[in-house]
Each structure stands twice: as C-alpha cells, then as structure tokens.
C-alpha cells in the first residue's frame, strides 16, 4: 500500500472468514457447489442422480451419463454466444438505469466527509423488463425465446455469470491501487480491505465504492449497480423459466411453484422498491467491492436462490388447499416481521417523533445516536433477520420430501417421467440447502452487526446488550 492510500484509510480490523485460507477456500468451493447443484439434480436421471445413491458402483463414465455431462467436455460449460447474451443484459440494465426516471438521493457520510450521489431506479427497471416478458409470454406462451433460453442454456449461463464475477473482481482490486488521499472523486478503500493479503483483500474487496464514468451513461456505481439489479432480478427469471418449462412439459403450473415463484417476485420487487435503504447496509457502508460481493450479487444469489422451483419444474409437487395454507401462514409470518420490523426502524431513524413510533422507548448514546429498546427492536437486536429466516422456509416446504428418479415409460418414446422412487428424501439436500445456508448467513452477519456497533457504541452497546438480550430469537438466542 502506498503511503497516500494510508494516509485515506482507517486502520484494518483483521480478518474475517478465517483470513487467507478462508477466502481461497470461498475462491474455489463456492463456484463448485454451483455446478454440483446444477449437475447431480437434473432432469436427465434424477435429483440427486441415482449413482450418488449406490456410492460403491459409482464409476466416472456413469456419473458423466447421469448428470448430463457436455459432450465436448469442459469447452461445454461456456459460450460465447451465451456470455455475450449475458452482457447484454447488464448492459441493458444499466440503459435502464440511465433513462428511465428515478429517486436522486446522498449516500451516507464517508469517512473523508463527503457523500456520494446515488440515482434509484431499480424497481421501475424491474418492472419495465417484466413487462417485456409478459408481452412475450402472451404472444409466445412457454415458448417465448426468453424462457426456452435461460432453461436449455443453464449450465453456459451459470459459467458465463462466474466468469463476469471474477474479471469484475480483478478489475476493481487492480483499480484500487489508484486511489489516492484526498482525491476529487471521494474514492477511499474499506477499512477491511487493505490487509497486505492478496487473496483475502481480492475476496472482500479493497476499494469501498467503486465507480466508473462510461460514455453516454456517466457515473457507475459498480457496487450499487450490482447488489440490486442483474442477480436480484435474475433470480426472478430465472423461477419464471422454470414456471414456463413445467408447464411446456406438463400441460399445467402447480400450486408449490407458483407459491415460491410470488414469494419470491414479492420479495425482490419490495426489495428494490426499498432500493434507498440499502445506502444503510453493511455492504454499502462497511465492506469493499471484491469476488465476495460480485460473486454473491451475481451467481450465488439467482443461481442458488432458485434451486427450488428449478427442482419443481422437473418434479411438479401438488400441495392442495391445506398444504398451500400452511405454507402461506410461514410467509406472511415471516415477511409480517421482517417487514414491519424495517419499517419500525426506518421510521425511527428518518423522523423520532413520528407518531407512528413515537411512542417506542430508546436509550441515548455518546455518539449521539439513539438505540431502540422497544418495539420489535426491543424483542431482539436483530429481530429483521428472524423474519427473513423464516421466509426461507416457505420457499422450501412447496418442494415437500423431495427427490425423484427420471424414467422412460416407454422404450419406443423419448418422453420421461419423475418419480420419488428411492430418490425419495435424498432431494431435500438441493432444496432444503437454502434453510441451513441461510441461518448461517444471518448469524454471521448478526456477528459482524454486532462487532461493528462494539467499535461504534462501546460501553453504550454493552448497556443495550442488557436491555435487549436476545440476539436473533427473543428469549432463546
């Protein structure tokens, strides 16, 4: 590191992810487990392929047979022309952030004391290339060259996105090293970033917001651009593929994958509705921009977020009016407190006296701000992650005790059918993965809230600790 780039950051915290070894483990797993989803639950022989279930007769020339290994080997988990699609598409996203109306909004505060101009439009983009796709649809049905594209060139769109994700990730780590102290553009590096470790700040990112002027679009926010639009959408069309693809070889939608699909929509669209709220988060304000984030953004959340109604569209699960009751009671629980929850709080920080939570109790801090210690933020100091944790289960329930074995009915057709067999159960390692991935995920980054506000409050969140408890579950943790 330079001695400008010191004299422009903070202090590194140390490492988080075991350091190092932990990013270069993240570096080469997190793609694998990737692919391994999307090859050993297929609609070629089963979910998961029945080889993996007769792990003593298992050879490599079967398992390649089972997964639907390309033919032609590595050189047929990419393409160009699919990349070159996949582009587009960002490319297309970022035209619709630029001409389409938007809220003009100021980041929070850096540490170099100025803020960072944001443009919000990612809800109506959203709704702008939905309605392209439901014009298509109409015209088309599961025809449309959109869905039949996205589910026959899976595998290459999978490669295409991880492959975006780590020249992304090179791109903004060699740039870091061109920030400079008190540069005109406000481009500083995040306090966690600058460790010395290449692998480790190549994973977590160095430069706190990067950002790029393009002709004719100006000013990018690489950050900002990625954490809502291509993979938050993308996940959206990805679930509407698989809803086409069910139908194209079923004749008909079934309730489960219609339940994971509208959660799911609703999910996204309220997210990037909220999209000024983000300029809050942690990944705004705390973590740099590296393969931690662009991975994240751009293949692990549509890829693996969508695991569920990728297995329905194969295995169609009927849940009937008491299954989609139940599963609809977990949704609305869960998004009734992650919702209500972030209201409360945003409510709180915009305008204290607001008389729909002027009433909630708080506690005064040295640095002048104030801590909810009623209300939902009374129950729990984390109590939104509860909500969105339980969320994850209704998209999970609809695919039932899963798994399924693809047949041949008959010798003299090419058609197939899914049944549990004695894939029953063994399935649920695909689509209930979301569940336990997803506890992790909050209560490390609960772990990281709580690390930050330590260094923030101090004594002042010690005293909170002990009027609110309860981490994430009230009363038990």
């Known amino acids: 590191m330079s001695k400008s780039e010191r004299k422009s950051v903070v202090s590194s915290p140390g490492y988080e992810f075991c350091g190092p070894p932990g990013a270069l483990a993240a570096l080469l797993v997190l793609p694998l487990l990737c692919y391994l989803a999307a090859f050993l639950c297929n609609d070629v ?29 590595i050189r047929g ?27 003009e909004i100021q980041g929070v505060r850096l540490r170099s004391g100025g803020r960072l101009n944001y443009k919000f439009n990612a809800f109506n983009s959203a709704v702008a290339v939905l309605l392209m796709a439901l014009i298509g649809t109409v015209l088309q049905g599961p025809e449309f060259a959109l869905w039949t594209f996205i589910y026959d060139n899976y595998i290459q769109l999978l490669t295409a996105s991880i492959g975006t994700s780590f020249v992304l ?21 995040a306090a966690g970033g600058h460790t010395g470790s290449m692998i480790y700040d190549f994973f977590i990112g160095r430069e706190l917001n990067p950002r790029v002027d393009l002709p004719l679009f100006g000013t990018l926010d690489i950050k900002a651009f990625c954490e809502l639009r291509p993979g938050m959408l993308g996940w959206v069309l990805l679930d509407l593929a698989f809803v086409a693809h069910q139908y194209k070889i079923n004749g008909y939608v079934s309730d489960s994958i219609v339940l994971i699909t509208v959660f799911q929509s609703i999910y996204v669209l309220d997210a990037l ?44 699960v009927n849940l009937g009016l008491r299954g989609t009751l139940g599963v609809l009671a977990v949704q609305c629980l869960g998004y009734y407190i992650f919702r209500s929850a972030n209201n409360e709080k945003n409510r709180f920080r915009n305008d204290p006296n607001d008389p729909k939570i002027a009433h909630l109790k708080h506690m005064n801090t040295a640095s002048g701000s104030k801590l909810l210690i009623s209300g939902w933020w009374g129950t729990a100091r984390h109590i939104n992650y509860l909500g969105d944790w339980i969320m994850s289960w209704s998209y999970c329930l609809p695919t039932g005790v899963a798994g399924y074995v693809i047949q041949h009915p008959s010798p003299l057709s090419s058609e197939t059918e899914a049944v549990p067999g004695e894939a029953r159960g063994w399935g649920m390692i695909v689509t209930y993965f979301y569940i336990v991935y997803f506890a992790i995920l909050l209560i490390h980054r609960a772990s990281r809230d709580e690390h930050k506000c330590m260094q923030k409050y101090g004594r002042d969140w010690v005293e909170y600790k002990k009027k609110v408890p309860s981490a994430l579950l009230p009363g038990i943790y």
Request: aromatic share 14%.
């Open 45 to 73: 022989s089963g979910c998961p392929v029945p080889s993996t279930l007769h792990p003593k007769s298992l050879t490599l020339a079967k398992l390649k047979e089972e997964t639907g290994w390309p033919t032609d080997g």
């Open 77 to 103: 988990l990419g393409s160009w022309k699919v990349t070159g699609i996949l582009l587009a598409y960002y490319v297309f996203s970022l035209v619709l952030q630029t001409v389409l109306p938007g809220e």
């Open 169 to 189: 990730s090179t791109y903004v780590y060699v740039r870091s090293f061109s920030v400079q102290a008190g540069n005109a553009d406000m481009r500083e590096l």
């Open 273 to 316: 509705y909220m999209e000024p709220a983000i300029l809050t988060t942690m990944d705004i304000t705390t973590d740099g921009f590296g393969f931690m984030l662009a991975f994240g953004d751009l293949v692990w959340l549509p890829f693996t977020y969508s695991l569920q109604a990728r297995y329905l569209a194969v295995h169609p």
